[in-house]
């Protein structure tokens, strides 16, 4: 009986500690100060029961490598009860400086209950302590990512190529792995090569073995000179690090961590092309080429078909370039040309060939001339420039009608005829005259006199309509804001819309004209305007995510469209593009 109450007064003694306790929510950090390669751990911990639906703050500028876990602690020390429920997160800072953690949130008896704000500071890199028992230093020493580059000082236009590789050493395990960030091409034309089969292979790293697979190859063809940065793929791992003692069977017991690492940046030094032999027809190829000009039949008559063929064969830059265009007699009817691509995409680079085909139907008898054609590129091997000459192409006519030239030279000495006189040559002088006088009545007493004298009255209800028309049309908020984005996309795509059919001017403006949106809309400055900023300050705004994404789009378009070859088409469907997304986020503001 007397075990009995001692239960019962414990029981009430706890269950009063936690109810009259003051219910507190609590932010700490492993640390809070930092590199910017490193980690750190922040727990929110609430210290009373019942409190619930809890909501993390936004890890803005942090990247969530780990969690959120959760754990309970409950306690009777000394005769005084405690309880903390935590929830734990692994944070990854993404940049330097000074950055405010803002409060979490918990909701307890309907009340909402804050934590204390955290400021972490990010300084630069720093090197992980070389302690063999420290697991960060193990993964740093045994996971390798390595950018391979077949050409680190390529021609423009000319094709080079980069593989990523995860070097593993077989020290340690990874359990699961990740891309946390695809690498960057800026400057380059590029195109993926898809890895099918990903498999382990044995090779050396720093002349020691290790397993290693290819995650990604891509062909880069640089697009102006200078130095050109290929960005780091960033990964993030599950690595098994082995603790050094074995289980009961003598398996080694592993402990496995998160860890993430990148590649290096490689810089490409992009040469010019040289200007010394270059052909004044060179329309920027680069490789090592075939040119021909073939005609499918070279004999016809008047208004049968024939095909002409303009072909590029080889390997190199070739979806980059035009190919050259004929020129044709006038009295050959040509039409647009067909074009086809037959190109095939490896780590050597591009190869195949491109084709105008061009229909040309003959109006007259006779024999043309299509003049040679030439085509020119450089060889960046050889580093020359060189020009293949097609031979001209003569097209026989054999029957038909002649032409307006030849038939009119053959009808000069043809017999003169007699004028044949008719009955309309000649008439007779008119003796009666059907004048009308120029002021016919007076204004005074006219139907006109009469409208311009009632005109004001029949203002005033045609005045009334279009009132009640522009207050309806006030009403309408959504269509008016509509209608003033539509006006606001006008006023700053107007440049744009000015320099369409010239590439690099029009997508400067456009550039320009979404750079000075986002000014004007959001109030910010020019150095705020950065992608990652851009992104920031719209998912603030409750811009949509699929909006913001376009955004970027348009803005990542018209950088590279810069440095690539381009159609009035292609520029009309971006300046479209521009239009929309300013709509879009004008009327989400």
């Known amino acids: 009986m007397k075990l009995l109450k001692f239960y019962i007064v414990t029981i009430l003694l706890f269950t009063s500690q936690v109810f009259f306790a003051q219910i507190e929510l609590k932010t ?5 100060k930092l590199g910017v390669n490193q980690r ?11 409190a619930d639906n809890f909501k993390a703050p936004p890890f803005t500028n942090f990247k969530v490598v780990g969690g959120p876990s959760s754990s309970v602690n409950q306690s009777w020390i000394n005769g005084k009860a405690s309880y903390a429920q935590s929830y734990i997160y692994i944070l990854e800072p993404k940049k330097q400086g000074e950055f405010l953690i803002a409060p979490a949130e918990i909701e307890y008896n309907d009340k909402i209950i804050k934590s204390n704000a955290v400021k972490i500071c990010v300084v630069d890199a720093v090197e992980i302590p070389k302690d063999p028992n420290n697991p960060e230093f193990i993964a740093q020493q045994n996971i390798h990512l390595v950018a391979e580059v077949s050409n680190l000082n390529p021609y423009v236009g000319e094709g080079i190529y980069v593989v990523y590789k995860l070097f593993v050493s077989e020290n340690i395990s990874v359990n699961d792995w990740r891309v946390s960030e695809t690498p960057q091409y800026n400057g380059f034309w590029n195109q993926d090569i898809e890895v099918k089969n990903i498999k382990v292979q044995m090779g050396k790293y720093n002349g020691e073995d290790y397993r290693y697979i290819v995650l990604k190859r891509a062909v880069l063809i640089p697009q102006r000179a200078g130095k050109l940065k290929i960005e780091p793929i960033k990964m993030d791992f599950s690595v098994g690090i082995p ?5 009961f069977f003598g398996n080694m017991i592993t402990k496995n961590i998160n860890y993430a690492t990148a590649s290096a940046i490689r810089t490409v030094n992009v040469k010019q092309l040289p200007e010394e032999g270059k052909p004044l027809d060179f329309a920027g190829a680069v490789g090592d080429f075939n040119f021909e000009v073939k005609a499918n039949k070279n004999v016809l008559k008047a208004n049968d078909a024939a095909q002409l063929t303009v072909k590029v064969s080889g390997k190199g830059n070739l979806k980059l370039f035009e190919i050259p265009k004929i020129v044709t007699p006038a009295e050959l009817e040509v039409y647009t040309p067909e074009h086809k691509e037959q190109v ?5 680079g591009l190869s195949g060939n ?6 040309v139907v003959p109006q007259y008898k006779g024999k043309y001339k299509i003049p040679e054609v030439a085509f020119s590129y450089f060889n960046p091997k050889e580093k020359k420039y060189k020009t293949i ?9 054999t029957e038909g009608k002649e032409l307006p030239s030849v038939a009119n030279n053959n009808s000069a000495s043809a017999s003169k005829q007699n004028v044949v006189v008719t009955g309309n040559n000649f008439r007779f002088i008119a003796l009666n005259a059907d004048l009308q006088p120029k002021i016919k009545s007076e204004f005074l007493k006219s139907d006109l006199f009469y409208l311009l004298l009632f005109l004001p009255f029949l203002a005033i209800p045609i005045a009334i309509f279009i009132g009640k028309k522009r207050a309806k049309r006030a009403g309408d908020v959504l269509g008016n804001k509509i209608r003033k984005a539509d006006r606001l996309a006008k006023k700053y795509l107007s440049e744009a819309k000015k320099q369409l059919g010239n590439q690099e001017a029009f997508y400067i403006a456009l550039e320009k004209a979404l750079h000075n949106f986002l000014k004007a809309k959001l109030q910010i400055e020019t150095s705020e305007i950065s992608k990652e900023r851009i992104s920031e300050i719209l998912t603030e705004k409750g811009v949509e995510v699929s909006t913001i994404k376009q955004f970027v789009e348009v803005l990542n378009d018209c950088d590279f469209a810069r440095y690539t070859p381009t159609t009035n088409v292609m520029m009309e469907q971006e300046f479209e593009k521009a239009k929309e997304v300013i709509t879009n986020i004008d009327k989400q503001l």
């Open 243 to 247: 603790t050094g003692r074995g289980d």
């Open 344 to 348: 095939t995409t490896a780590l050597t």
């Open 40 to 50: 750190f751990r922040i727990v929110f911990t609430v210290n009373k029961q019942g």
């Open 354 to 359: 491109v084709v105008d085909i061009y229909t």
């Open 389 to 397: 000459k097609a031979p001209a192409t003569i097209v026989d006519v």
């Open 28 to 32: 700490t950090v492993s640390k809070d």
